[in-house]
């Protein structure tokens, strides 16, 4: 996405329309869409023939929905009280499905019948939202797809969140360095004439913001420099900030959200959920994802210590407690056995990504 702004809010309504009863209203899916709440839109796959056929036709209205992403949607702030704020980007889908009960009723919508639906990142605010309880009478009921509030990838649980504004801003004014490694990754894949210069300010930015460096910074004043000045739409920064920081999050905010974990939906759940998992999940994933920087052979060895970072980053974030060595190298160990040991494997990069992409392994990890 070339551009990115906070005034986002916009929704696509599909609708039937009887005109032999021009009142009649029909159940309502909200679609909300994934994307590690870093991108994607309520624009993208948009395909008219198959939202006709699968949605119209059949009597159901279709609302695709924007919201903010990233440091805009899900940048936490912690006040000087200690209150956190966040979740932004969770509010706006709050908002539009306000919108919704309020006129929905002009588009043949039925308020009284309306269905969240996600995938992945998409997914896991389905489940925040279907157990808030600031939504209630908002939505009846929830699919999600590849994703929960349960998942150590969309609630933050341990520490300080990566993506908290005062971490932010010392990336901004380089105190804080994206590493060598993750910057050369990027700028690999741009012209030589790019590289060079994208490396005249620090963590690939275009400029450093001036309202960061005058003077001592209230949270007021760092949120309005932020909303005013710091340029979050370079598509360059943009990545190596989420490649040092990893998947934007959601955080307790005892509003919205009130725990983390099983807990939060063991006690506000109240309306029916259908949930499942996609067949080939993060099956985009590029090489590189998975440590493989050179088409090339690898050894035995080599996978299985892609397969333990793997387990690292996407497993083990998850779990309510942490765990030892010895017992991430047992998970990491049974994880390879079960999904990449075979004896026809030939250790060739592609039919090593093309295992781990057409097994269930990130769908059982989610």
């Known amino acids: 996405m070339q551009f990115e702004s906070e005034n986002c809010l916009f929704l696509n309504i599909f609708s039937p329309y009887n005109s032999e009863d021009e009142s009649q209203l029909h159940p309502i899916i909200v679609w909300i869409h994934g ?48 209150t956190v704020e966040g979740n932004f980007g969770i509010y706006d889908i ?21 269905t969240i639906m996600g995938e992945s990142a998409g997914a896991a605010a389905v489940s925040v939202l279907a157990a808030s309880p600031i939504m209630k009478g908002l939505i009846h009921q929830a699919i999600a797809m590849s994703g929960s509030s349960t998942a150590g990838w969309a609630i933050n649980r341990h520490g300080q969140p990566h993506w908290e504004i005062s971490n932010i801003v010392q990336y901004l004014t380089c105190e804080k360095y994206i590493s060598e490694e ?63 920081l990893g998947v934007s999050k959601m955080v307790v905010d005892n509003e919205l959200i009130t725990d983390s974990g099983p807990a939060f939906v063991q006690n506000n759940a109240r309306i029916p959920l259908f949930t499942g998992v996609a067949r080939r999940e993060w099956a985009h994933k590029k090489p590189e994802f998975y440590q493989f920087i050179r088409f090339e052979n690898f050894t035995r060895s080599q996978c299985e210590e892609s397969v ?33 040991e075979d004896i026809h494997i030939n250790y060739e990069m592609p039919e090593v990504v093309k295992k781990l992409q057409n097994v269930n392994f990130f769908s059982d990890i989610i």
């Open 182 to 244: 993750d910057i050369a990754q990027i700028l690999n894949r741009e012209p030589l004439s790019e590289r060079t210069k994208k490396r005249e300010v620090c963590n690939l930015q275009d400029s450093i913001p001036e309202c960061l460096t005058n003077g001592e910074l209230t949270i007021e004043k760092t949120v309005e420099c932020f909303r005013k000045e710091v340029n979050f739409s370079s598509p360059l920064f943009r990545r190596a900030l989420a490649v040092e």
């Open 35 to 82: 994307g590690s709440f870093l991108a994607g839109s309520a624009d993208t796959g948009i395909d008219m023939e198959v939202v006709a056929r699968n949605f119209v036709f059949k009597g159901v209205t279709l609302i695709t929905v924007n919201y903010r992403l990233g440091p805009l949607g899900f940048m936490p702030i912690k006040n000087s009280d200690g």
């Open 94 to 114: 709050k908002l539009a499905l306000e919108w919704i009960q309020r006129n929905i009723k002009q588009f043949n919508g039925d308020p009284a019948k309306v």
């Open 308 to 340: 333990r970072k793997i387990i690292e980053n996407a497993f083990l974030a998850r779990l309510p407690y942490k765990v030892g060595n010895a017992t991430i190298e047992l998970i990491s160990n049974a994880t390879f056995l079960r999904y990449l």
